[in-house]
């Protein structure tokens, strides 16, 4: 981006996700355009995910991993659209965990559009852990009803 643009910023785009700690399973996002998404999820022994009795034993579970893809595959969505409250998770498909994401680890999150259909879209999402891919999946994601609902008044 260029100095003095009125696009927003990596860090405005992040804190435009609906979800707040300890829900935002984003820590930083680190580039995004209109198709696709790059973000960083540190994963801590303090996250809340592992609970006092550890029955996870300090990993992050294959869901929260998706989940946190899908936070990423909506902030594409909704990326450059002031009149956009947000998208959901309407789908996970083909998801394909081949380890677990430890304590300590740092998560590279990686989502791009497949194929848009109205207010929808499928994303293919991966997450890798150095260079090893751990997680990869299909997610389809839908804008918010208020959209829907401007589009359809149109």
Do not use: W
């Amino acid at each position: 981006m260029n100095a003095g643009s009125t696009e927003r910023t990596l860090d405005e785009t992040l804190t435009s996700l609906p979800h707040a700690y300890p829900f935002r399973l984003l820590d930083r996002l680190t580039e995004i355009n209109e198709t696709s998404a790059t973000g960083i999820k540190a994963i801590s022994a303090g996250d809340f995910f592992y609970g006092e009795d550890n029955a996870t034993g300090s990993a992050l579970p294959a869901l929260l991993i998706a989940e946190a893809l899908a936070q990423l595959s909506g902030l594409v969505m909704t990326n450059g659209r002031s009149d956009c409250p947000g998208a959901y998770l309407a789908g996970i498909n083909e998801l394909h965990l081949k380890r677990s994401a430890r304590a300590g680890e740092t998560l590279q999150l990686h989502a791009e559009t497949i194929i848009t259909f109205g207010t929808m879209a499928r994303f293919s999402a991966r997450a890798i852990i150095g260079a090893e891919e751990i997680l990869k999946c299909e997610l389809t994601m839908a804008l918010n009803q208020e959209i829907k609902d401007k589009a359809q008044d149109q």
